[in-house]
Every structure is written in structure tokens, then in C-alpha cells.
């Protein structure tokens, strides 16, 4: 960057992709448009890094797993290393389950992944997750316990309890960050303070 001036094409270009891809889609219980979260992830990353392509990633986060696009168009537009980023940040579907029944098994190997991740993709990756734990932590403030039936996790509050622990215990490299702080400190305002053993 100089003068003021930063190159944020790849950026610019992966916010319209996103948005094309995510069009006429409502984030889930919220009314209003998917978008809103994948810009909200590229905003937390920009609060850790000013690197383009991982800015680029957050924003392309969701694509592969939510949408009709594949990685290969993401390799082609954007490069393998945001492609892989995306990758990182996918569910992988598990054949002969349905979404519901598939939770943990894609969970586990979610954080899994995550946990064995670079440090970029660490980074890209809690652009997303603290953008959903506010989302729960405004909606648990609204609407308490009810919250919990809206998300395929078979074993309710105790499941994403436990989801979110393990995501914050993955991404622990990134303590440090005011992100991070944030991530934890709504964690237990919306399940309680945690044991001295989890995150441990």
C-alpha cells in the first residue's frame, strides 16, 4: 500500500462472486440476505491480517459448501491458495446420512481439520466461527433455549457447546487477537463459564 492506495482487486472480485453465488439465499432464521455473514467474516479477518487472498477466502467461505460452485471454478478464478482456504473451511457430506445424522461426524472432522490447519487458514477460519457465535449470542439473549431446535445438532445445546469449545481450543494459535477474545468471552456468556479442564 502506498499513497492510500491498496490492491484489493482479488478482494472486489470474490465479494461479487459471492454475492452471485449466495443470491435469493437467507441466512438461516434471520430474514435477511447470506451475504451479510460472509461480509462480516472478511471484516474480522481484516481485523488480523490485510492480506488480500485470505480477505478474499473469508468472503469466499461458504461458496463451495452452501452453493452450486465447486473448488475447481475457485481454482480457476481466484488461485489454489484461496481455493485451498475455502477447502479448509468446507464440510465434507458424509454418503448415506442426511444432515441431521451427518452433525457430528462432520463436525468432529471439521475441528479436526482446522486444528491441523496453517496459521492463515486458522485466521479465515475465525472470521467465520465468530461471526456465528455472535449471531447465537444475540439470538440466545432474545429467545433463550429455543434457540437450540434450529440447528441439526442431535444432541441440542450440549453438542454446540462442545462444538465451540473444541473450535476455540483449535484455533488457540490466534490468542492474542482481539478476535479470539471476543470468539471466547461470547462462548461463555452464551454457555457459561467453562470448565477448568476444557480448553485445557
Same mark, same amino acid.
Given at each position: 500500500?502506498?499513497? !492510500?492506495?491498496? &490492491?484489493?482487486?482479488?478482494? &472486489?472480485?470474490? +465479494?461479487? #462472486?459471492?454475492?452471485?453465488?449466495?443470491? &435469493?439465499?437467507?441466512?438461516? !432464521?434471520?430474514?435477511?440476505?447470506? +451475504?451479510?455473514?460472509?461480509?462480516?467474516?472478511?471484516?474480522?479477518?481484516?481485523?488480523?491480517?490485510?492480506?488480500?487472498?485470505? *480477505?478474499?477466502?473469508?468472503?469466499?467461505?461458504?461458496?463451495?459448501?452452501?452453493?452450486?460452485?465447486?473448488?475447481?471454478?475457485?481454482?480457476?478464478? #481466484?488461485?489454489? @491458495?484461496?481455493?485451498?482456504?475455502?477447502? +479448509?473451511?468446507?464440510?465434507?457430506? =458424509?454418503?448415506?446420512?442426511?444432515?441431521?445424522?451427518?452433525?457430528?461426524? @462432520?463436525?468432529? /472432522?471439521?475441528?479436526?481439520?482446522?486444528?491441523?490447519?496453517?496459521?492463515?487458514?486458522?485466521?479465515?477460519?475465525?472470521?467465520?466461527?465468530?461471526?456465528?457465535?455472535? /449471531?447465537?449470542? @444475540?439470538?440466545? &439473549?432474545?429467545?433463550?433455549?429455543?434457540?437450540?431446535?434450529?440447528?441439526?445438532?442431535?444432541? !441440542?445445546?450440549?453438542?454446540?457447546?462442545?462444538?465451540?469449545?473444541?473450535?476455540?481450543?483449535?484455533?488457540?494459535?490466534?490468542?492474542?487477537?482481539?478476535?479470539?477474545?471476543? #470468539? =471466547?468471552?461470547? +462462548?461463555?456468556?452464551? #454457555?457459561?463459564? /467453562?470448565?477448568?479442564?476444557? *480448553?485445557?
Amino acid at each position: 500500500m502506498a499513497n !492510500g492506495y491498496i &490492491d484489493s482487486g482479488i478482494l &472486489d472480485r470474490a +465479494i461479487v #462472486f459471492a454475492v452471485r453465488a449466495h443470491h &435469493d439465499t437467507e441466512r438461516r !432464521g434471520k430474514g435477511f440476505p447470506y +451475504i451479510v455473514h460472509p461480509l462480516e467474516a472478511v471484516s474480522i479477518v481484516a481485523t488480523m491480517t490485510s492480506d488480500q487472498e485470505l *480477505l478474499a477466502a473469508a468472503a469466499l467461505h461458504d461458496v463451495v459448501e452452501d452453493t452450486d460452485v465447486t473448488l475447481e471454478e475457485l481454482r480457476r478464478e #481466484f488461485g489454489e @491458495r484461496v481455493a485451498g482456504l475455502v477447502e +479448509i473451511e468446507s464440510d465434507k457430506s =458424509v454418503p448415506g446420512r442426511n444432515e441431521h445424522e451427518s452433525w457430528l461426524i @462432520r463436525k468432529h /472432522a471439521a475441528i479436526e481439520r482446522i486444528a491441523a490447519a496453517p496459521f492463515e487458514a486458522k485466521i479465515v477460519a475465525l472470521g467465520d466461527k465468530l461471526s456465528n457465535m455472535r /449471531a447465537i449470542a @444475540r439470538d440466545y &439473549d432474545e429467545i433463550g433455549d429455543r434457540l437450540w431446535s434450529r440447528f441439526h445438532a442431535p444432541g !441440542g445445546r450440549t453438542d454446540l457447546e462442545w462444538r465451540y469449545r473444541s473450535l476455540a481450543k483449535a484455533l488457540s494459535a490466534l490468542e492474542g487477537t482481539h478476535a479470539y477474545a471476543e #470468539f =471466547v468471552m461470547l +462462548i461463555d456468556h452464551v #454457555f457459561g463459564p /467453562a470448565a477448568p479442564t476444557a *480448553l485445557s
